[in-house]
């Protein structure tokens, strides 16, 4: 079974650009979270879909960011414009259920590097 | 709210060395508590976990206790291998709402020696 899977693994861009970022889950899971991890701080929560819809997107930093899930598989995360402290390395992970029984299961990351 | 703190890296150990990396946190209620850990190159990968207060979460030769009266999850392994090189992050699971994300420390980098 694949696991979750997420492209590009690094992209480096231009402040003022557009960058978006996709996260493949496993095969099944209604469950897909984003979290992103700023210079070597901690993990952070960005937002939560089950199924298509966004459950909390409470740790969104700002609308600059735009998250999608249609059809309810893959997600795209865009950050528009970007800006320097936007820098970091993105997460998602699915999961098959909510509650601490159901693991949610982590993509590699991407790298993002805002010049 | 809700937050995990973690002891700072790197951890430089020699091969076979004890292993102790504290982690605290801070929540309402009684969280489950997790171990992650980030190989070179690869995501994070579900390490150990306890889910209520003396729970010992146990998984390839490391071991947490879950201790409420210090609000503690202390990762320990007798004898690390150069192997277990790697990120470590502590993690609790946030139930309010309906979401069940993670709050996640710093992360520790781990170096073994051989």
């Known amino acids: 079974e694949a696991g979750v899977t997420q492209f590009p693994s690094h992209s480096v861009i231009e402040k003022g650009q557009t960058v978006t970022l996709r996260c493949d889950p496993i095969?099944?899971?209604?469950?897909l979270y984003w979290y992103r991890r700023v210079m070597g701080k901690e993990i952070k929560f960005l937002l939560h879909?089950?199924?298509?819809?966004?459950?909390?997107e409470s740790g969104m930093p700002n609308n600059r960011f735009l998250a999608e899930r249609t059809g309810g598989t893959y997600s795209t995360l865009k950050v528009q414009p970007a800006e320097l402290e936007d820098s970091g390395v993105y997460f998602c992970?699915?999961?098959?259920?909510?509650?601490?029984?159901?693991?949610?299961?982590f993509g590699p990351g991407t790298r993002l590097t805002v010049t | 709210g809700n937050s995990v703190t973690q002891m700072e890296g790197p951890v430089t150990l020699s091969e076979e060395a004890f292993l102790t990396i504290n982690c605290t946190y801070t929540?309402?209620?009684?969280?489950?508590l997790f171990w992650y850990v980030q190989y070179p190159g690869e995501g994070l990968q579900l390490l150990l976990k306890?889910?209520?207060?003396?729970d010992k979460g146990s998984n390839k030769g490391f071991e947490a206790t879950y201790r409420k009266e210090t609000t503690s999850f202390h990762l320990e392994k007798g004898s690390v291998q150069v192997s277990d090189s790697a990120v470590y992050f502590c993690?609790?699971?946030?139930?309010?709402?309906?979401?069940?994300?993670?709050?996640f420390g710093t992360g520790t980098l781990l170096a073994v020696q051989p």
């Open positions: 992970a699915s999961s098959q259920g909510r509650g601490d029984n159901y693991e949610q299961y």
């Open positions: 095969s099944g899971h209604d469950n």
């Open positions: 929540a309402t209620g009684y969280p489950s």
């Open positions: 306890a889910t209520k207060a003396d």
């Open positions: 993690a609790l699971s946030d139930r309010r709402g309906a979401t069940n994300k993670l709050i």
């Open positions: 879909f089950v199924k298509e819809s966004k459950q909390d």
